[in-house]
């Protein structure tokens, strides 16, 4: 069974997608393999220095995500660029590994954890989507001491995602991470007992 797995920014998917991977389950992190692509030597940091410059590269030749970050968070046209680039690097791969576990494990659980899942239009490809929720107002709490963030710059990441609530009313799976971490895990148990998966 293939899976998409997201939530909104402090709102515990990490946790929850470690949880699953220690019940058995294969996971696909969209987070790691961005980082992959942007390695010295991958086509897409070739691609990514021939637009922005490089500036965006440290002397050892890796990426300088800071100074990439600054161009991009600020001037959505230039973030739009950098997601031409990488997104459909990351996609294919993704798309490859879940083949790959499909084929050697079809007993599995695949869990593909994809932070901006609906804001990228990529829900068909799985059976079922999974997000993991808690109301705005605690996901803030949780940012703001998570991230040691002003209630400014916390309120800023979370408007640039998709609305938790909006994601809660479109997803198959809904775990509440709001309560205590055991109060979360009985959900995910209920969750892999129903499909047989625990």
Known sequence: MNIGLTGGIATG????????????????????IAREVMMPGHPVLAAAVQRFGQAILNVDGTLDRKKLGSIVFQHPEERKALEAIT???????????AAAYEMQHP????VSDIPLLYESGLEDGFEEIMVVYVPREVQLERLMSRDQMTQADAEARIAA?????????????VIDN?????????????????????
């Open 178 to 198: 709001s309560g205590s971490w055991a109060q979360t895990e009985k959900q995910l148990q209920a969750f892999l007992t129903r499909k047989g998966l625990l």
């Open 107 to 110: 007993d599995k659980l695949i």
């Open 13 to 32: 998917k990490s946790s929850v997608s470690a949880y699953l991977a220690s019940k058995g389950a294969l996971l696909i992190d969209a987070d790691v």
């Open 87 to 97: 997104h459909p690097a990351i996609r294919k791969e993704m798309r490859e590994r």
């Open 161 to 173: 995602q998709m609305d938790i609530e909006r994601k809660k009313e479109r997803a198959n799976i």
